[in-house]
């Protein structure tokens, strides 16, 4: 039997999805036949605007309404800690957690060299430009010397997520953007970690896990 092409569209659709696999994708369209006609406009309507209706920031790349988004837009967080996610949930998770005060980078992946995906693929460069970017305004304010910087690296702890904090760490540490001050003094590079278990995601990790791994986070390579 050959099944209507209204059905095998949705089924298809489905199917491209993460975890959906061919049986799923099929119980999920004929599920979808048995529910109101409104409903399935509103579900259609909000696919249609969920791209419409949301944008990159241009600072940190994380998903809002609006560029830059209200965490990189306001003054009352710390815009010299900048911490690196792997994607806009993980920024979702760290809020919720409610500790951290500082602004965010998210990267839209990782290092992922089986994968074919390098630095070029995620937000890699944007990150290491903002840096840049923080430390001359540092370097030329009144203030200058000694508002110090901190970046902290809170990929995943799977090996992938690692690959991508010893990348960032390495190039931090080879891209020297001010010789005539002590890069330490002005420049961080964090790890969070402890509670993490290894392989896990932080966008699955609880409220408390999140903050003591935040609290007890240290420097790179100790
Ligand atoms: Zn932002």
């Known amino acids: 039997m050959k099944l209507p092409r209204a059905i095998s569209d ?19 369209s004929f599920y979808l036949l048995h529910v109101p006609q409104g409903e399935l406009d509103k579900f ?35 815009h010299s800690t900048i911490c690196v ?6 920024v ?21 060299p089986l994968n074919n995906i390098g630095p070029d693929e995620i937000y890699m460069r944007q990150l290491f430009d903002r840096i840049h970017d923080h430390a001359a305004r540092i370097a030329s304010s009144a203030k200058g010397y000694g508002e110090p910087m901190e970046v902290i ?17 390495k190039q931090l540490k080879v891209q020297s953007f001010d010789e005539t001050q002590d890069k330490s003094e002005k420049l961080r590079v964090t790890r969070i970690g402890r509670g993490l278990p290894m392989g896990s995601d932080i ?16 420097e790179f390579g100790n």
């Open 10 to 28: 949705v089924i298809e659709s489905f199917e491209k999805l993460p975890g959906i696999g061919p049986k799923s994708a099929q119980r999920l």
């Open 44 to 78: 259609a309507q909000s696919v249609e605007n969920l791209k419409k209706g949301t944008v990159l920031c241009s600072i940190c790349f994380t998903i809002d309404e609006t560029s830059p988004c209200a965490i990189c837009a306001d003054p009352q967080r710390d």
């Open 85 to 90: 996610v792997e994607q806009a949930l993980d």
């Open 92 to 112: 979702i998770a760290l809020e919720k957690s409610g500790q951290y005060k500082g602004v965010y980078h998210v990267l839209h992946g990782r290092i992922d």
């Open 153 to 169: 690296i809170a990929t995943n702890p799977t090996m992938e997520g690692e690959a991508t904090a010893m990348y960032i760490h």
């Open 203 to 218: 966008e699955y990790a609880d409220d408390i896990t999140l903050q003591r791994a935040m609290e007890g986070r240290r």
